[in-house]
Every structure is written in C-alpha cells, then in structure tokens.
C-alpha cells in the first residue's frame, strides 16, 4: 500500500516532473499493487525492498542530525517486504490460486541431538 500511495502523490504532486520521476512513480504504483493483490509476490517484494533500502540509505546520507525519521520508516518498510519475501503470498491472493497455497510438512518421527 505504501508504494502505491508514495507513486500517486508523486503523480498528482509534480506537474513538471521529469520523465524518469513519472517512470519511477509508475513502477512503484505498479510493485504496490503487485504485492497488494498477491502477485509475483517474492519478486515484487524483492523489488520493493531494494528500493526502499536504497531510499533509506539515500534520506540517510542527506538529513541534518536529528531528522533522520523518514530514513528509519524506509529502512522499516524494506525490512516489511524481505519479511514479505519469506512469508510468500497469503492464502488468499492471486499466487496461491495459480499456484496452489503453500504447505510446510512437518515430519513427526524424533530427531537425535548430537548435544
């Protein structure tokens, strides 16, 4: 939700943005509802994760000390998608009827420790 909400203020915020800024936005826009509908959810989040990191790191290197808010909720919502990245799509999503939901099998017989 956050990509598409950071793509569309970017759309309707800047009339004379350059073209790459309205490429930029629209990708986003795109990976936000990829991920909100539950499509190619890993490669959307992985996506999506690698530009809020580089977001971050970005925010972070140009804020005075003390204002470095808005590079924390970066970093936090890349830590989201990696999370996101692991988890997989939920049941209810668009990955898990074309590809069936996701069943971890746990095997009952004991295992020995070495310790």
Not at 4 to 14: A, F
Not at 30 to 51: D, F
């Amino acid at each position: 939700m956050n990509a598409i909400s950071q793509g569309v203020c970017v759309l309707i915020g800047h009339n004379q943005a350059a073209p790459t800024t309205w490429a930029l936005a629209l990708f986003a826009s795109s990976v936000g509802l990829l991920v909100m509908v539950g499509l190619l959810t890993p490669c959307a989040c992985v996506i999506a994760s690698l530009g809020y990191l580089v977001k971050g790191v970005v925010l972070f290197l140009q804020a005075a000390a003390g204002q470095h808010a808005n590079a924390f909720a970066a970093f936090d919502l890349a830590a989201i998608s990696i999370t996101l990245v692991l988890l997989g799509p939920g049941a209810f999503s668009v990955d898990a009827r074309l590809f069936g939901p996701r069943e971890i099998i746990i095997p009952s017989g004991r295992r020995s420790h070495p310790f």
